[in-house]
T-cell receptor, first 117, second 112 residues
Framework: ETGVTQTPRHLVMGMTNKKSLKCEQH?????MYWYKQSAKKPLELMFV???????ENNSVPSRFSPECPNSSHLFLHLHTLQPEDSALYLC????????????????FGPGTRLTVL | GDSVTQMEGPVTLSEEAFLTINCTYT??????LFWYVQYPGEGLQLLLK?????DKGSNKGFEATYRKETTSFHLEKGSVQVSDSAVYFC???????????FGTGTSLTVIP
């Protein structure tokens, strides 16, 4: 497989469930990102990992918990979500070299469409 | 702080019409500028980019020129096709700092 893959593509969960989103990049990149895309709102950057270290956390509620076990994999663990968390969650990666600069092109996965009931 | 302002949609055009989607930015220093496209049910795909003033990015018949004097990066295509129907996002990556800034997206529908 090439590029950035995300699983599952669709997820429906209740507010008391615990689930995880998975992202995998096959591009040899060093940085990975989670974004939230809600209808009629700008893309919201949630988390950034550079060389497996979290470098950005944009005031995201603690019911979202990221994990980056290695440079190719990124997870978003979900628990006790709210209906307003329903959105498309996008993962991206970028080919940084020598640390996080924020100027490299980001490559996106297809997203996970999350519905919280 | 850095930001991107993008033309609001939706935009509806007939096939073979000329397309312009406006994008202006606010940033310190010399950001890189991008256009991404999102087709229905998919993630964002890089369409084109420019990394310095006066650079022109181009791909699939789309073009955008990095204009520092007007802080703009407008997307253009001379003759749109039905397959160009998608949402287009302008974005910038700052020279310093650690974030991408996206516009709100412009939905384009091309009708035969």
């Amino acid at each position: 497989e090439t590029g950035v893959t995300q699983t599952p593509r669709h997820l429906v969960m209740g507010m008391t469930n615990k689930k995880s989103l998975k992202c995998e990049q096959h591009l040899g990149h060093n940085a990975m990102y989670w974004y939230k895309q809600s209808a009629k709102k700008p893309l919201e950057l949630m988390f950034v990992y550079s060389l497996e270290e979290r470098v950005e956390n944009n005031s995201v509620p603690s019911r979202f918990s990221p994990e980056c076990p290695n440079s190719s994999h990124l997870f978003l663990h979900l628990h006790t979500l709210q209906p307003e968390d329903s959105a498309l969650y996008l993962c991206a990666s970028s080919p940084l070299s020598g640390g996080y600069r924020g100027t490299d092109t980001q490559y996106f996965g297809p997203g996970t469409r999350l519905t919280v009931l | 702080g850095d930001s991107v302002t993008q033309m609001e949609g939706p935009v509806t055009l007939s096939e073979e019409a000329f397309l312009t989607i406006n994008c202006t930015y606010t940033a310190t220093g010399y950001p890189s500028l991008f256009w991404y496209v999102q087709y229905p049910g998919e993630g964002l795909q890089l369409l084109l980019k420019a990394t310095k003033a006066d650079d022109k990015g181009s791909n699939k018949g789309f073009e955008a020129t990095y204009r520092k004097e007007t802080t703009s990066f407008h997307l253009e295509k001379g003759s749109v096709q039905v397959s160009d129907s998608a949402v287009y996002f302008c974005a910038l990556s700052g020279e310093t700092g650690n974030q991408f800034y996206f516009g709100t997206g412009t939905s384009l529908t091309v009708i035969p």
